[in-house]
């Protein structure tokens, strides 16, 4: 069994190699985001991006900057076969999934203009942003010193396997494969 945590920028391609690695590789895939999806509706709350990034942060300030990887990763402990867990946005979340036997952190980037065009061909709730929207955003995700917000660029630092997605979504696919076959 391998865990594969996936950090990132927004629309970097953290979801191509989830999709990757469930349909080529058959992962189980687990979500940060829709683990507080479920969160927001239940409090009747809209699931967009800042909803989504206020009670992530809320949540580590209550039970632990690591809470919500840890419970992903004890619900992909009980499957058979190799898991992936997106989004891992805090530090101590990459620490954890780390710290895990057989787990590793896979982070995906690109060019910010690409990214912005990126979400919005997928229209997402989260994602029908401006421009100026979605660098205020990506601002607030780099520069948090709150240790239970998000850290993208410390998260990204912290990874085993870094992924330029800069290109073709076969590129991604390749480098991916090339990888996946490296440490399984």
Same mark, same amino acid.
């Given at each position: !069994?391998?865990?594969i945590? %996936?950090?990132?920028?927004?629309g970097?391609?953290?979801?191509?190699?989830?999709?990757?690695?469930?349909?080529?590789?058959?992962?189980?895939?687990?979500?940060?985001?829709?683990?507080?999806?479920?969160?927001?509706?239940?409090?009747?709350?809209? #699931?967009?991006r800042?909803?989504?990034?206020?009670v992530?942060? $809320?949540?580590?300030?209550?039970?632990?900057?690591?809470?919500?990887?840890? =419970?992903?990763?004890?619900?992909?402990?009980? $499957?058979?076969?190799?898991?992936?867990?997106?989004?891992?946005?805090?530090?101590?979340?990459?620490?954890?999934?780390?710290?895990?036997?057989?787990?590793?952190?896979?982070?995906?980037?690109?060019?910010?203009?690409?990214?912005?065009?990126?979400?919005?061909?997928?229209?997402?709730?989260?994602?029908?942003?401006?421009?100026? =929207?979605?660098?205020?955003?990506e601002? /607030?995700?780099?520069?948090? /010193?709150?240790?239970?917000?998000?850290?993208? #660029?410390?998260?990204i630092? !912290?990874?085993?396997?870094?992924?330029?997605?800069?290109?073709?979504i076969?590129?991604?696919?390749?480098?991916?494969?090339k990888?996946?076959?490296? %440490?399984?």
């Amino acid at each position: !069994m391998i865990v594969i945590g %996936i950090t990132g920028t927004i629309g970097a391609g953290k979801g191509t190699v989830v999709d990757y690695l469930v349909n080529k590789r058959h992962f189980k895939h687990y979500s940060v985001s829709g683990y507080l999806k479920e969160k927001l509706i239940k409090k009747g709350l809209e #699931p967009n991006r800042d909803n989504l990034q206020e009670v992530a942060n $809320q949540i580590r300030e209550k039970y632990g900057p690591d809470y919500i990887a840890g =419970k992903l990763y004890i619900k992909a402990k009980r $499957q058979k076969g190799s898991v992936v867990i997106e989004s891992i946005r805090n530090p101590k979340e990459a620490e954890f999934i780390r710290s895990q036997k057989n787990s590793y952190l896979f982070a995906v980037d690109a060019n910010q203009k690409i990214r912005y065009l990126r979400i919005q061909k997928r229209n997402s709730e989260k994602d029908n942003i401006t421009f100026k =929207k979605f660098k205020e955003q990506e601002e /607030k995700e780099f520069q948090s /010193k709150d240790p239970n917000a998000q850290n993208l #660029p410390k998260c990204i630092e !912290m990874a085993d396997y870094k992924f330029d997605n800069n290109d073709t979504i076969n590129k991604l696919y390749e480098k991916v494969e090339k990888v996946i076959s490296k %440490i399984s």
